[in-house]
């Protein structure tokens, strides 16, 4: 049964994009709309301008580290705490000011299926701001790691992901170093008893959750020696009292290096130094069980929960076939049956809720609004699931009746300044709107109880 | 104890209301006297307001929810005043408050969008007029101070127009107002998994958060005669309140509903004391509702509803009505209440004496399509 045209319509605004803008016109021709977008993708919208480089964010912190400790007397126990609570709040305010960039470039982008595919793969490789160096690099590591890769190969992201600072900090790489490598024989002859050793949090995560997924047959030693491999894959600056480096970013540090060659799933990668992991990882991007990982993911944030068989089949072709280049894996995407089906089954997260309301409310900008804590209330703070898994991409997860009582209230919170008839709002954000939204919508007591209620719909509540 | 959100939820009875979910806004003008107006969102039941309770057909309309004459509180020998309203019955009995019944604006479908529109902009239709008849009658008075500054969220559009208005809103954002609560109820129902959901939340809301500290009706008509009480202070104020949208299980919200309203309009006479006797409060909806109840215990949106015109300067003690009765023939378009009496009429007379205006003069600047009406006179003592 072929799908009526406004149901299209509102798949490509809501499903695959961000959700209807107020001022959108339905796109004539929804699927082309998606694919023409990939020839106006901004790696760098005008919304982050005036964001820094993780670098100048790194160097910056260091700085005023420095100041701080320097303000704060050696033996003043409550100068040196008020000291590091002045440096989380100066960590916090960069994060709200990046999270707030990141809703202004939804609200404004004229390519929503591509920004939505920054935040699929975002989350896919997610970091989550709970130590103070993510807290101050998520923003840029989605800009620096994510943004320029979405339209290009999945290694590419890959590499770029795992020799992120942010991500090297968050998974506890910074300092792994192999038990043979010669910073732990320079401590062993030194008779210090400073602890060195391997940690394997990156290299599980990025087998478990970035490349294969789990239980796809590596075992516990391919693990142990992916973690040598990576050993020596570090930063530079940023907390790390080694040369003195004043630059962040990736920096291979030999003498953390595990010497010799190392066997990972039957394979003996004999490569030395740090094109040893990056060998791994490129066999590990090109594997069957990451093109069936990722296309799992894929279609269950575009299509089901749990998708269909055959539509998981076809994107792993096109992934295996394209050697992970990813505009072929979209065209594929756009291309199947059941990303189509009129039944809106995808529950909104609170992050696709936020910007699609903001978006249907005709909402700009965020400048004044504390977009940030928002989302915290909403269940969902931006860039800190908890997680190295990221946000669950399935109702279960937000579907949750206190949840729902915080979109409603926020949903009164958004509408109390507007003076839009929800009446000639509901139908060009909800191409597709059910005959009960359209009446419920109408018959409210008043325009802004109506708006609310047509962002809080069940409509509006899935995509 | 029942918190209101299960009470709304399920219909029971005896829940508190903290329904009117109002906010001032004000207007400086150089003048003694007081004008406020309260605007009742969402299509109030003058039926059970001021309740025709000698109507032969009033009883057989409404059926359980007809209001027993017996409870209520008697006026005249054909109307009688809801029992949640005490302190008005006060009022009318002291001579300072007057209802004015099958009172309608020009407006004659049933859309409380447009309604609203018609009845703040004192326009014919909806959207032929873009500023508020309030804030043109803040331009008919000498101005006393410039600089007016907004702290509600938003200007009503009564209120919005060239005339510098200043507002005042105590913030009370956290939570969704009952009304917005309710219409989420209906639009979920017919949706499994949301209304699961719903109604959980609910039910878990009800539990945890006893009757939460909130804007009570009292507090807010404090607030407004704080302001208006003050020598330098604004002139003209105007409140809304929400949640007059009665389609099911009308009875006990209908009540919380003028209860709240009853409170606000006591509580503002106490606070502003003696300048009560220059104070006049005119309260108006968009439209009635139907003379007959629906299926679920409640009414749909209808015609002509009822005003009420309260204050230390009004010659109260009168109910104003020409009275079109209703039986069958009478009602209008065989459902509704029939309009006898021009809302904006009573609006600009009403204004125009409580501020001592022309009355002529207030009638064209406020709604200026509209016929003036002479016969309308002597509704507030000089």
């Known amino acids: 049964m072929a799908t009526p045209p406004n149901a299209d319509q509102a798949i490509a605004l809501n499903r695959f994009g961000l959700g209807a803008r107020a001022d959108d016109t339905a796109p004539a021709d929804p699927r082309q709309w998606l694919l023409s977008q990939m020839d106006h993708y901004e790696m760098a919208p005008a919304a982050f301008a005036s964001a820094d480089t993780s670098a100048k964010i790194a160097s910056q912190y260091r700085e005023d580290r420095a100041d701080l400790k320097a303000d704060a007397k050696d033996d003043d126990a409550d100068a040196k705490a008020a000291a590091m609570k002045a440096l989380r709040q100066k960590g916090q305010e960069l994060y709200r000011a990046e999270v707030a960039m990141r809703v202004a470039s939804a609200l404004t982008t004229p390519t929503p299926f591509l920004e939505r595919l920054v935040y699929f793969w975002s989350n896919h490789f997610a970091v989550s701001a709970d130590k103070p160096q993510v807290t101050i690099l998520a923003g840029a590591f989605e800009r620096e790691a994510i943004r320029p890769h979405v339209l290009g190969r999945f290694e590419d992201m890959l590499m770029a992901v795992e020799r992120h600072p942010a991500m090297l900090f968050f998974l506890d790489q910074v300092r792994s170093a192999g038990p043979n490598s010669k910073l732990a024989d320079r401590v062993e002859r030194n008779g210090n008893k400073r602890k060195i050793g391997i940690n394997e949090n990156l290299a599980r995560e990025i087998m478990e959750l970035h490349t294969l997924g789990v239980r796809t047959g590596y075992t516990q030693g391919d693990v142990t020696q992916f973690a040598l491999a990576l050993s020596g894959w570090s930063i530079g600056g940023l907390n790390v009292k080694t040369e003195g480096d004043e630059t962040a970013g990736f920096k291979f540090r030999p003498?953390?290096?595990?010497?010799?060659?190392?066997?990972?799933?039957?394979?003996?990668?004999?490569?030395?130094?740090?094109?040893?992991?990056?060998?791994?990882?490129?066999?590990l991007a090109s594997s069957n069980a990451t093109a069936l990982h990722l296309a799992t993911k894929l279609a269950r944030h575009f299509i089901a929960d749990d998708p269909p068989d055959e539509a998981v089949a076809a994107l792993q072709a096109a992934f295996v076939s394209s050697r992970g280049d990813l505009p072929t894996v979209y065209h594929t995407l756009i291309d199947l049956k059941a990303a189509w089906t009129p039944q809106q089954v995808k529950f909104k997260t609170p992050w696709e809720w936020t910007v699609s309301a903001l978006r249907g409310l005709g909402i700009t900008t965020v400048a004044d609004m504390p977009v940030a804590p928002m989302l915290n209330q909403l269940g969902q703070p931006v860039w800190r699931p908890r997680s190295p898994a990221g946000y669950d991409d399935i109702a279960a997860s937000w579907a949750a009746p206190d949840a729902l009582v915080r979109r409603v209230e926020v949903a009164q919170r958004l509408t109390r300044k507007l003076d839009l008839d929800p009446r000639q709002l509901a139908p060009r954000i909800l191409p597709d709107i059910s005959n009960m939204t359209s009446t419920e919508v109408g018959r409210a007591e008043s325009l802004r109880t109506g708006l609310a209620l047509l962002i809080v719909s069940p409509d509006f509540q899935r995509r | 104890m029942i918190h209101r959100r299960q009470f709304l939820r399920f219909a029971a009875a005896g829940a508190g209301s903290l329904l009117l979910a109002p906010h001032i806004v004000f207007a400086n003008v150089a003048t003694e006297r007081r004008f406020v107006f309260i605007i009742q969102r969402g299509a109030a039941d003058g039926l059970n307001t001021v309740v025709p309770y000698a109507d032969p057909a009033y009883a057989g309309l409404r059926g359980d929810l007809a209001i027993d004459p017996a409870t209520a509180l008697k006026l005249d020998g054909t109307f009688a005043l809801h029992s949640s309203l005490a302190e008005l019955a006060k009022m009318y009995s002291a001579k300072q408050a007057l209802f004015v019944q099958a009172v309608a604006s020009p407006y004659r479908d049933r859309s409380h969008f447009d309604g609203q529109n018609v009845l703040e902009t004192g326009g014919v239709n909806p959207y032929q007029l873009k500023d508020g008849w309030l804030n043109r009658l803040v331009s008919l008075m000498p101005k006393s101070r410039g600089d007016a500054i907004a702290f509600a969220p938003t200007i009503p559009?009564?209120?919005?127009?060239?005339?510098?208005?200043?507002?005042?809103?105590?913030?009370?954002?956290?939570?969704?107002?009952?009304?917005?609560?309710?219409r989420v109820s209906t639009l979920y129902d017919a949706d499994p998994q949301l209304h699961a959901l719903w109604s959980e939340a609910m039910q878990a809301r009800g539990l945890a958060d006893q009757q939460k500290a909130g804007q009570s009706?009292?507090?807010?008509?404090?607030?407004?005669?704080?302001?208006?009480?003050?020598?330098?202070?604004?002139?003209?104020?105007?409140?809304?309140?929400?949640?007059?949208?009665?389609?099911?299980?009308?009875?006990?919200?209908?009540?919380?509903?003028?209860?709240?309203?009853?409170?606000?309009?006591?509580?503002?006479?106490?606070?502003?004391?003696?300048?009560?006797n220059q104070t006049t409060v005119f309260v108006a909806t968009e439209f009635g509702r139907t003379a007959a109840a629906n299926g679920t215990q409640g009414t749909d949106h209808g015609t002509a509803s009822a005003a009420m015109v309260v204050g230390g300067a009004v010659k109260g003690g009168r109910i104003l009505s020409d009275w079109p009765g209703l039986s069958a023939k009478a009602l209008y378009e065989g459902r509704d209440l029939a309009p006898t009496l021009d809302l904006d009429a009573l609006i600009a007379t009403v204004a125009a004496e409580s501020l001592h205006l022309d009355p002529e003069l207030t009638m064209r600047t406020l709604f200026p399509d509209r016929p003036f009406n002479k016969a309308l006179s002597g509704l507030i003592s000089a």
């Open chain 1, 255 to 283: 003498p953390l290096h595990e010497p010799g060659p190392k066997t990972i799933i039957g394979k003996t990668y004999q490569q030395q130094g740090e094109g040893q992991a990056r060998a791994v990882l490129h066999d």
């Open chain 2, 157 to 182: 559009l009564a209120l919005r127009g060239s005339a510098e208005v200043t507002s005042y809103a105590p913030s009370n954002l956290k939570d969704a107002d009952d009304d917005l609560l309710t």
């Open chain 2, 217 to 276: 009706p009292q507090d807010v008509g404090r607030t407004a005669a704080t302001f208006l009480g003050r020598a330098d202070g604004p002139r003209i104020a105007m409140i809304e309140t929400n949640g007059w949208d009665t389609h099911s299980a009308q009875a006990g919200r209908l009540g919380n509903q003028l209860r709240g309203l009853d409170a606000l309009i006591g509580a503002l006479r106490d606070g502003l004391g003696d300048n009560w």
